[in-house]
């Protein structure tokens, strides 16, 4: 296997094939390079600018009743790693605004200010490597062993102690050294290009990220190699190869992803609108205690008798903020289903499962979203128990929650209010999120062995 390796090693770095390929992922690469520099550097300006409008936020609550008043916004952060898996960062909610009182945890979207221009795709590495890769994969491997067949070198060198296992091995070995050499070239230029636009920190983490990456396209180039040199035995005709191997994918690549949204959409009704229907429930919410008789009165009429009907319309209001929150949550797990059936048949490409599996060890794409989506919640429950706990202390507050004008008017340092502050996905977690693409990536890697090696194994040579 060794001496195979070798020569085929040697052929590759010497092929014009391969100096075009290098060349091609060094373009994407590049680009992907100065994409991310401008793009990173445009999110510390909207985070600065963010973060600036939140603390003005934090600072005008001077009393207990303006703070509960308030409405915080809290803010998703990046990773510092969407170069490699931008996991839909521009498509999903990165902003939550929190209130002590009514309403309940609303998401929003802050940093894309055009929502058009979050319909094109964003040449992150996964990007490259799912299509880029891919394809250059084809090229190497379409005449893995008709190229052999066709000049009778095979013939040959299986006439000599040479298994037919460490043959297809020692090609296959081959090609996938030389594609990830010309990625881990490709992908050090991008870490060069973004490390001196200064908007890269070169750590301990991205170096976790930069392996788990390298890792996923390693396993992605492997099944396509596996596929690529299937089909050359099949074929035993290099031509014929090639034209199986563009189109199956075209079809593994682009058609079967392209479907996925539109089977998604006919198969689960969507939610609609989800800031109208808020609103609509926030409005049938009002009407609904308008209609029971329970709206606050003004604080001298109601100290006559206790706050008694402030009270009444405090715990009712503590009601409808938990039916709230599960119309809500139901709401998102309803959109949930469809995006996840659309996820369910993106899979069956093996880029997708490569992408996915990408996205969650590096704690990026859905499950980065809901871990920030429930932290929100959790974070709307500290400020919530953080004001209460200051109001009960005031001997001359009304103790009403969610009614600021019935709360404490006692002055409040800005600087106690709890601060948020997103805590990121543990490995374990990460690794779990991941366990259903990184499985049917080895299984469909498993099957395009199977493919290759029974395929081999039976070709005739003679």
């Known amino acids: 296997m060794r001496r195979i390796l070798r020569r085929q090693l040697y052929d590759n770095f010497h092929s014009l094939r391969f100096q075009l390929g290098l ?64 996991g839909g960062f521009n498509w999903f909610h990165d902003t939550v605004w929190v209130s002590a009182m009514w309403p309940p945890v609303r998401l929003d979207s802050m940093r894309t200010t055009n929502n058009w221009m979050r319909r094109f795709e964003l040449l992150d590495w996964t990007v490259i490597v799912r299509y880029v890769l891919s394809f250059l994969c084809i090229v190497l491997a379409y005449n893995a062993v008709s190229g052999e067949l066709e000049s009778g070198t095979l013939r040959l060198v299986l006439a000599n102690p040479v298994s037919r296992s460490a043959f297809l091995g020692g090609k296959l070995l081959a090609h996938l050294a030389t594609l990830q050499v010309a990625t881990v070239v490709g992908s050090l230029v991008s870490l060069l290009i973004l490390s001196l636009h200064g908007v890269l920190e070169l750590n301990g983490q991205l170096a976790q990220s930069y392996l788990l990456f ?68 926030q409005r049938e919410q009002q009407e609904a205690l308008i209609a029971e008789g329970l709206f606050p009165r003004l604080p001298e009429i109601a100290a006559t008798d206790g706050y008694n009907l402030e009270k009444r319309y405090a715990r009712r209001i503590e009601e409808l903020v938990e039916e709230g929150d599960r119309e809500i949550r139901g709401a998102y797990r309803r959109n949930q289903v469809q995006y996840d059936l659309a996820r369910a048949i993106h899979m069956i490409s093996p880029g997708y499962s490569f992408q ?31 004001l209460r706990e200051k109001d009960a202390v ?30 990121e996905l543990a490995l374990e977690d990460r690794v779990a999120a991941g366990t259903t693409p990184i499985a049917i990536l080895i299984l469909e890697t498993g099957l395009a062995f199977l493919f290759a090696v029974v395929a081999f194994q039976r070709t005739e040579v003679g």
């Open 394 to 423: 005031d001997p001359e507050s009304p103790h009403v929650p969610f009614l600021a004008t019935f709360m404490s008017t006692a002055a409040l340092d800005a600087d106690e209010i709890p601060r948020f502050a997103q805590a």
């Open 356 to 386: 996915y599996a990408v996205e969650a060890l590096l704690g990026a794409g859905v499950v980065r979203f809901q871990s920030f989506h429930e932290q929100g919640y959790r974070y709307r429950d500290e400020l919530r128990a953080f």
């Open 214 to 281: 390298l890792l996923g396209s390693g396993a992605y180039a492997t099944l396509f190699l596996l596929l690529g040199a299937g089909i050359s035995v099949l074929t035993r005709n290099s031509a014929s190869a090639l034209v199986f191997l563009v189109t199956a994918w075209t079809l593994i690549v682009v058609v079967i992803p392209q479907t996925a949204y539109l089977v998604a959409v006919r198969a689960v009704a969507p939610t609609g609108n989800m800031g109208r229907w808020f609103g609509e429930f």
């Open 23 to 86: 060349l091609a992922l060094l373009l994407f690469f590049s680009v992907n390079g100065f994409v991310y520099s401008w793009k990173m550097e445009q999110q510390r300006e909207e985070d600065a600018r963010i973060e600036a409008d939140v603390e003005r936020i934090y600072e005008s609550a001077t009393t207990v009743a303006e703070a509960a008043d308030r409405s915080f916004k809290v803010i998703s952060k990046p990773l510092g790693t969407e170069f490699m898996a931008e």
